[in-house]
């Protein structure tokens, strides 16, 4: 196939003026042409949406009438006074926090593991990735099940070592916890992956060095690879936490999906952003005004923290 | 190994050694291999009993004799027929389309000269980092003028195309294109299309291989906007179905988990075919990106 073109004979026919102009129109403008359907369909589905919604923020705008009063800031005063956004925000970040930092720092030890010669390779790097073949919703429902309060096998394995049944879903920690280990079980395989590809491309040479100066395995981690990669390792930051500012399947499911799943627990311990705002778009009375107040803060407060990042990073980087 | 190994031999031997791992490393992974694996194994057990055996005490670890009822019993509960149907339509368009679209733009930004290409490249890596899902709103809104909500178009609309697709197939033809090839098929009178069909398409195979797998489980998985769009059964797709079947007061996990099995295994049986794959374009996205 590749060479199909070659095996034929030359084109004959030399350029007339009108095959010139139409070469000359193909050579220059065909590019923008291949390159359009890119940007018109991101532009009609993802960012004339998102940009919008700021229009839609600043009106009382229901699906279910015709009238889109201009209301101003009134959304945002609203959404800043209601004690449940805030208790989504904290939420939010609580479990954004358990769930990302110990992920990545499993991350980066299970990657160094991974450098060294090991037998069956690539049996360890498809185990690792195996959680991240299953759908949020499966990961939900299968660990909803194992910290069942009454059936659940962690449960059964805690008592069985002396410490006492947790009621995960009823209190705000545990159940922010389970909601975490769910996140991490799926992602710390793939983001292990990322560290290995980039500790791959660290030259052998810095090792040698470092084992030469009588550098352990340990501080070699931690001294010469997790600098040198560390540009991966904002990346997968910035990732994780746009990621993890919009967890929405795992609180819902684990709340049971219903009633109780979209208000993130009976007393909204594990209510999170995205969740609040689907209660207030989709599950009662389409309040797409306000909830696009909900959507539009959400998207103020991951451009502050991918900047908080960014700060973080040239400040590190200008220090050393 | 009886011979005496030169000094430089032995060198590389010390080297190798300490590059080797201990005991203790191998334990770390089969315990990480252990937890990788034990959920979703754990589910297949639940799938195979009924709820009474999930009540014992010790909780069962061994696959019962229940699962063919189980499955008779989730086609009777949700028409997870039509589910598995609606999201191989919806995840196989995705992918197709995604491939399609992100080779075109990759070959125009790896091998065409245009005006603003790179200010342009820049911006497709941009959109990567917003938040799409944010816009649901506007998007659900946009569905109904369009009068498609409840269809499987509206599913379908939003992944038509991705930034992360067309940034890394520009990587991978730049790499793996020659421009020789190009060249000549221009000579030969081809246009510039035929040469992206005809000369560029397969040489991007490898890559659209690893791309369309990768597309295709984003793709299955997809559960918000699905989830949003869609209000009857019959549209529902997997994730969709799923997650109606967890929804009342008691869950009913043996049901639950069959589900939840039918709706893994074909991407078990893609991961089991295509996995290498998978991890190289996972570990060349990270290198390059």
């Known amino acids: 196939m590749a060479i199909a073109t070659k095996g034929r004979a030359p084109n004959p026919r030399k350029p007339a003026t009108a095959g010139r102009l139409r070469y000359r129109l193909d050579l220059h403008a065909s590019p923008y042409l291949y390159i359009a359907p890119f940007f018109v369909l991101f532009a009609a589905f993802g960012l004339f949406p998102l940009a919008f919604t700021a229009w839609v923020s600043l009106h009382d705008w229901s699906l279910l009438s015709d009238e889109h009063v201009f209301v101003g800031a009134e959304n945002y005063a609203n959404l800043l006074t209601d004690g449940y956004f805030w208790n989504a925000l904290v939420n939010t970040m609580s479990i954004l926090a358990l769930a990302t930092v110990p992920q990545l720092l499993a991350a980066l030890c299970l990657a160094h593991l991974l450098t060294f010669r090991l037998r069956g390779q690539t049996f360890f790097r498809m185990g690792m990735l195996l959680p991240n073949v299953a759908s949020v919703v499966a990961v939900a429902v299968i660990f909803s099940q194992l910290f069942g309060r009454d059936f659940g096998l962690i449960n059964w394995v805690l008592e069985a070592l002396g410490a006492g049944r947790i009621d995960w879903q009823a209190g705000r920690a545990s159940s922010h916890v389970a909601i975490a280990v769910m996140v991490a079980w799926k992602w710390t395989g793939y983001n292990t992956l990322i560290y290995l590809a980039a500790m791959q491309a660290v030259p052998r040479e810095v090792y040698e060095a470092a084992r030469l100066d009588g550098a352990g395995r340990l501080s070699q981690l931690f001294r010469v690879t997790v600098p040198m990669i560390r540009p991966t390792i904002v990346f997968t930051v910035i990732v994780s936490t746009i990621y993890g500012l919009q967890i929405f399947a795992e609180p819902q499911l684990f709340g049971g999906a219903g009633a109780s799943g979209v208000t993130g627990g009976p007393s909204r311990q594990f209510q999170t952003l995205t969740l609040y705002l689907y209660e207030h778009g989709f599950n009662r009375g389409f309040e797409f005004g306000y909830a696009s107040a909900v959507a539009w803060t959400m998207f103020a407060v991951i451009v502050v923290i991918a900047l908080l990042n960014y700060l973080l990073v040239k400040r590190i980087r200008s220090s050393s | ?289």
């Open chain 2, 1 to 289: 190994m009886t011979s005496i190994p030169s000094a430089r031999k032995r060198r590389a031997h010390l080297r190798l050694m300490r590059n080797r791992p201990g005991r203790l490393a191998y334990l770390t992974l089969v315990a990480v291999m252990f937890f990788s694996g034990f959920p979703l194994y754990y589910s297949l057990v639940v799938a195979s009993k009924d709820n009474s055996a999930l009540a014992q005490v010790p909780p069962p670890v061994l696959p019962g004799a229940n699962l063919v009822e189980n499955v008779g019993r989730v086609f009777d509960t949700v028409p997870f027929d039509f589910a598995l149907l609606n999201s191989a339509i919806v995840s196989l368009s995705v992918t197709a389309s995604v491939v399609f679209f992100s080779t075109l733009a990759g070959f125009a930004f790896a091998k065409l000269e245009f005006r603003a290409s790179k200010a342009l490249l820049v911006a497709v890596v941009a959109t990567m980092m917003v938040p799409v899902q944010l816009g649901v709103i506007p998007l659900y809104m946009l569905m109904v003028e369009l009068h498609l909500t409840d269809t499987l178009w509206a599913v379908v609309a939003p992944g038509l195309v991705n930034a992360f697709g067309v940034f890394f197939m520009t990587q991978y033809l730049r790499g793996a294109m020659p421009g020789d090839l190009i060249e000549a098929a221009r000579m030969d009178g081809a246009s510039t299309f035929r040469i992206f069909w005809q000369v560029v398409f397969p040489v991007a195979r490898p890559a659209a291989v690893v791309l369309g797998v990768l597309t295709f489980l984003t793709a299955w998985n997809d559960y918000f906007w699905p989830l949003i769009v869609l209000s009857s059964p019959e549209k529902y797709t997997v994730q969709v179905a799923l997650s109606s079947l967890s929804g009342g007061y008691v869950t009913d996990y043996s049901l639950v988990l069959t589900a939840t099995m039918l709706a893994t295994l074909p991407l078990l049986a893609v991961f089991a075919l295509l996995g290498k794959y998978m991890i190289a374009g996972i570990m060349q996205g990270a290198v390059k990106g």
